[in-house]
């Protein structure tokens, strides 16, 4: 694999060379050489992601709850009129 020398992250030039021995070397450190260790923005990126994904669990659980409700009140309606008429009784 060849990777340029960047002197805005600085990291230096990796040669590809036709037969190569490397030592394995996680993917972080070769495809994101620009990130930093330290650099303080991974708890702040983890706790965005998370509120987001709760939100949308919440507004999903919201929504069904609604939908569920929804469907309740006409049940509740359809069972009270009958409630008032005799049971041999048919409506037109």
Sequence with gaps: MYL???RDIPAGE???AARID???VPDKQLLQREARAG???IVPAVGVVLGLTL???AALAW???RLAGSSEAPRQAASRAS???PSGV???
Excluded: K, Q, W
């Design 39 to 41: 650099s303080g923005l």
């Design 55 to 57: 939100g949308l669990i």
């Design 4 to 6: 340029p020398a960047d």
């Design 22 to 24: 490397r030592a394995f």
């Design 90 to 92: 048919a409506t037109a």
């Design 63 to 65: 929504g069904l709850v």
């Design 83 to 85: 409630a008032g008429r």
């Design 14 to 16: 990796v040669p590809a």
